[in-house]
């Protein structure tokens, strides 16, 4: 899913919440997971259609405020 497509999505309220996790194959890199309603899930996009790799976690929570607007807290599994 590409970022205006999530902004659309979530204004909707199909949004329910967002994953963080780090890519196995990608070395020191993040990705975002999308979460839906009825367990429907996405991995946000590059405008090419892959998958979009943050260096740092500070890129991906500004990406989840421009989608939502505002970021009211983060869990860390481990």
Do not use: H, P
């Not at 919440?17 to 890199?29: I, N, P, Q, S």
């Amino acid at each position: 899913m590409q970022l205006k497509q999530a902004k659309e999505y979530f204004e909707l309220g199909v949004i329910t919440g967002f994953e963080v996790v780090r890519l196995a194959m990608g070395g020191d890199t993040w990705t975002l997971i999308i979460q839906g309603k009825e367990g429907r899930t996405w991995m946000l996009e590059t405008q090419l259609g892959k998958t979009k790799q943050f260096a740092s976690l500070d890129t991906l929570i500004g990406q989840v405020q421009e989608i939502t607007g505002r970021v009211q807290g983060l869990n860390i599994r481990c």
